[in-house]
């Protein structure tokens, strides 16, 4: 008798998945690179402290300023500047960590860096509301746990960092239900969009995009019960 049953890790991989448009390909780079993961705290912090009404509408622009410089500094900056530094001197062989070695040093580097930044938010900013501090706390958690996965599998950086978005999104959410309906409607469509583009410039399966959005969801849910 033939086994028709189908399983989530049968899916093909890169090498035997259908060639898509070339349109759509390109679509798919450009939102593999708007969202990159190291992008997504600054996004982040970006909404919480210009756009959302409430969680810093007593901060003059120069605090709002100072406080978005901290995160491109410690988020963005220093990450990706470990990653150069890196190829540089030759501990990676690609800026692009296609390989689980590559993934090692910059997921150690980075989770120095967001300790750092969760650290200065929650001990030497006693004024900023507690979301920021729980979602670099998150952030922090999300990369410790990417780099216990890489052991066993190469996690998607995408899906974990959408993942985090999205939690943040549905923690505001869980406090103030009509201000949050179109943002989260919103981030929910960019995380399909993103996770679809992954698996079909990337060499990720379902299983390692389906296992980074739940991780990246889960581990900003667990920061907030402990900080908020």
């Given amino acids: 008798m033939v086994n028709n049953q189908w399983s989530i890790t049968d899916a093909p991989q890169s090498s035997e998945r259908v060639s ?13 690179y708007i969202f990159h993961p190291l992008f997504i705290p600054l996004y982040a912090v970006a909404f919480l402290v210009f756009v959302h009404p409430s969680y810093f509408s007593g901060f003059s622009p120069y605090e709002k300023y100072k406080i978005l410089f901290t995160t491109i500094l410690n988020s963005v900056f220093f990450p990706a500047f470990s990653v150069l530094l890196m190829k540089g001197l030759g501990f990676i062989k690609s800026i692009f960590l296609k390989t689980q070695q590559d993934r090692i040093g910059p997921y150690l580097s980075s ?13 030497f900013e006693p004024r900023l509301a ?18 216990l996965s890489n052991i066993y599998f190469k ?25 949050m309906t179109w943002p ?9 969009l993103v996770c679809t583009s992954r698996l079909i410039v990337s060499d990720h399966s379902p299983k390692e995009i ?6 990246g969801l889960l581990c900003q849910l667990a920061a907030a019960i402990f900080i908020l």
């Fill in 111 to 123: 989770i120095i860096f967001f300790f750092w930044t969760a650290w200065v938010f929650f001990k």
């Fill in 184 to 192: 989260l409607a919103i981030a929910l469509l960019i995380t399909g």
């Fill in 210 to 215: 389906y296992v980074g959005l739940f991780f």
């Fill in 20 to 32: 898509q448009p070339i349109i759509i390909r390109i679509f798919a780079h450009f939102f593999s």
């Fill in 155 to 179: 996690i998607s950086m995408h899906a974990l960092g959408m993942g985090g978005l999205l939690g943040l999104f549905l923690i505001i959410f869980s406090h103030n239900t009509m201000l």
């Fill in 130 to 147: 507690l979301i920021l501090p729980s979602f670099m706390t998150g952030v922090f958690i999300t990369t410790v746990v990417a780099l």
